[in-house]
């Protein structure tokens, strides 16, 4: 279908979206490209209408997508079509017909505090300097709660050892700062002194052997490896410990404004959903504690 890359190359390289986001994009339309070629013979976006899109849904549900991927979808259609309006492509939007299948709200899952002290206390990563660089992408996303995109940019001159701070760049390249604590920012500073002997001139904070930049799934494949000597979720990814710091952070009676700035979130709808969990826990704690419960 006409303009797709034109979407991707602006989203690309204007709107600066992470290469993970890209690619998710990419896949959706080229899907969906696909889907009216071969059932409503389409080419044109300008063809495409709301009976076209509700069939493609169909299609996704039958095949057992879930309703959330569903929206995702559906969201990148309708930044495919409002891209199109803005350049004057379309006259009209056929998604402002849709309606988005019902999502039920899912909870962050999450590592408890035990288990995160077992994996980082006991002797688990070894003692070269993989294993400490690996030990060390675990604490960065424990102790910051940042994104797997924000991690894998990291470099060393992000790290201002004086302020104990790490910047980070987020969504739509909006930049943060992260406090450290004393402790971690000494081990951040020794990692990197170690770094830098065993893979000298890489500038990423956490390299590959090669001394270029960690590829997402090396980093998931690391983050599953160590999660899974200390717990049997079934979800075991760098979003699960984003979700751990964010969870732990907000049990301990942190405000919710302080962990959405710390998150990166653009509003305080997207954090409240750890209340859910810290209610949950509410409720586990007064009906072990309450005589008549």
């Known amino acids: 279908m006409k303009y797709i890359e ?12 992470s290469e993970h986001t890209i ?8 899907h969906f490209s696909a889907f009216c070629q071969s059932n409503f013979q389409i080419e044109e976006p300008a063809k495409v209408t709301d009976k076209v899109i509700r069939n493609w849904m169909v299609e996704l549900m039958e095949g ?23 350049e004057g492509k379309l006259d009209t939007n056929p998604l402002s017909v849709i309606v988005a299948p019902k999502v039920s709200k899912r909870l962050p899952v999450f590592v ?45 001159q992000d790290l201002d050892f004086y302020n104990q701070t790490i910047k980070v760049l987020g969504k739509r390249n909006k930049e943060r700062l992260i406090p450290l604590t004393r402790d971690f920012a000494t081990k951040l500073k020794e990692y990197t002194i170690l770094k830098n002997t065993n893979i ?63 998150l990166g979130h653009s509003n305080l709808s997207a954090t409240q959903i750890y209340t859910h969990n810290s209610f949950e826990k509410l409720i586990r704690i007064y009906k072990q504690a309450h005589p008549r419960a």
């Open 64 to 86: 057992k997508v879930s309703a959330r991927s569903v929206n995702r979808k559906l969201s990148t259609l309708k930044t495919y079509f409002k891209f199109l309006m803005k």
């Open 112 to 156: 408890e505090e035990a288990k995160m002290d077992q994996l980082l206390d006991e002797d688990n990563f070894g003692d070269d300097y993989f294993g400490y660089r690996n030990k060390m992408i675990i604490e960065t996303f424990y102790f910051t709660g940042i994104r797997l995109s924000e991690l894998i940019n990291l470099c060393d």
């Open 23 to 30: 690619k998710a994009y990419h896949a959706d339309l080229n």
């Open 200 to 262: 000298p001139g890489a500038s990423n904070l956490f390299p590959d052997k090669n001394g270029k930049k960690l590829y997402p799934n090396a980093v998931y494949r690391v983050v599953r490896r160590y999660l899974t000597i200390v717990t049997s979720i079934e979800k075991k990814s760098p979003h699960v410990l984003r979700h751990s710091f964010a969870t732990h952070l907000l049990n301990k009676g942190a405000e919710l404004n302080a962990i959405k700035e710390l």
């Open 6 to 17: 034109d979407l991707i190359h602006y989203l690309q390289y204007q709107k600066r979206y």
